[in-house]
């Protein structure tokens, strides 16, 4: 069996959302879905109720069993005419640990895509959610979904059509494989009806204000145009960090260039989630891909406060942005399985040092 898109569904409209989002995923990827329902564990007082009682929700738990088994199956079908090939699962267990074990299970899940509570019940419902504890646990690619959106007629509801993706990049391992999952999301006909849409890569990068210039008060303004320099004398670490980043990310996109995909790039200077909300928001992205965990700046400088702002970023973003988010993983994040943790990646300053921006 080849790699999948796994799909945790409970029946709601909400999970059903994702659905389009993953299959558009899996036709760039693996062209295989697996639709998993997590069955919650019984009540821990089950044993103290009374026979009749017990014998009523034994009856109910049946009944939505069975209900649950013909909505994956029915879905399956309808996405099996779609041309996908889909597999339905239903596992027991606490339902984000669930979903993580099953994507470690066999090695065969490539990404995890699930939807989120509308961006008007994001404040009070994301965090703490089953999409929020799988997002910063799976050991796999994770695709978030803001189903801000009407459900047409159910099968063109299952063909999704990016037609910008914006494209965070930081020089890391992480958003190396990002890239490469927008390169294919960019070259898979997700048009509807026959009508297939050019695809732009909107190429992203984002450096923060280093903590210790915000402390002295130095004061650099936001760079919101590639065509926007800092003055010659300013020599601050946020704008030596973002002329490496304009370097890396006008190399990376003459690559792409090259390999005939309609290429922009940005370099922005300012509060992370909040450059990358503005920036999707302005060039009217339909979806943004980045690393979970991404460097703004400082890169010989990182430390547990670092990892934490890449948490936050990552929340921050699903919250304002209001798209689908997909959070890259390289395959060394797959820790506890024999693989040794990620290593700093020095992708970015070997470039940089050919051409002699780094000492």
């Known amino acids: 069996m080849g790699k999948q898109i796994l799909v945790p569904l409970d029946g709601t409209m909400l999970a059903h959302m994702a659905l389009p989002h993953a299959a558009t995923l899996a036709r760039a990827t693996t062209n295989r879905l697996l639709l998993l329902h997590v069955i919650p564990p019984l009540p821990a007082d089950m044993l103290s109720w009374e026979v009749t ?30 041309g996908l090939l889909v597999h339905t699962e239903m596992i027991e267990g606490e339902p984000a640990s669930a979903i993580v074990s099953r994507a470690e299970k066999d090695h065969l899940v490539e990404a995890i895509v699930m939807s989120t509570h509308s961006r008007r019940a994001m404040d009070s419902q994301f965090v703490g959610s089953v999409t929020e504890k799988v997002m910063y646990a799976s050991p796999v690619h994770m695709l978030v979904v803001n189903p801000d959106e009407k459900m047409g007629s159910l099968r063109r509801f299952y063909r999704r059509s990016y037609r910008t993706i914006l494209v965070l990049l930081d020089g890391s391992a992480n958003a190396e494989r990002a890239l490469a999952s927008a390169q294919s999301l960019a070259t898979t006909d997700g048009g509807v009806d026959g009508v ?13 204000r280093p903590i210790v210039e915000q402390a002295a008060g130095v004061l650099i303004e936001p760079m919101n145009t590639m065509n926007t320099p800092w003055a010659e004398d300013d020599h601050t670490s946020g704008a030596v960090e973002a002329e490496q980043m304009r370097h890396y990310l006008s190399e990376t996109a003459k690559l792409l260039i090259a390999d005939g995909f309609s290429v922009g790039k940005q370099v922005l200077l300012g509060d992370p989630a909040g450059e990358i909300v503005r920036y999707a928001s302005q060039a009217n992205a339909d979806l943004i891909v980045m690393p979970l965990k991404p460097s ?17 970023v990552a929340t921050k973003v699903i919250r304002g942005a209001g798209l689908p988010v997909l959070f890259a993983r390289t395959a060394a994040s ?11 990646d020095e992708s970015l300053s070997a470039i940089l040092r050919e051409e002699e921006l780094v000492v």
């Not at 695809?199 to 992203?204: A, G, I, K, M, V």
């Open 296 to 312: 703004f700046g400082h890169r010989h400088a990182r430390s547990s406060f670092d990892r934490m702002w890449g948490d936050s």
């Open 334 to 344: 797959r820790t506890g399985r024999g693989e040794t943790p990620e290593q700093p």
């Open 53 to 82: 009682q017990a014998a009523a929700f034994y009856h109910q738990q049946q009944r939505k069993l069975s209900l649950m088994h013909h909505y994956l199956e029915a879905t399956a079908e309808d996405l099996r005419d779609e």
């Open 196 to 208: 297939v849409a050019r695809t732009n890569l909107l190429l992203l990068a984002v450096v923060s």
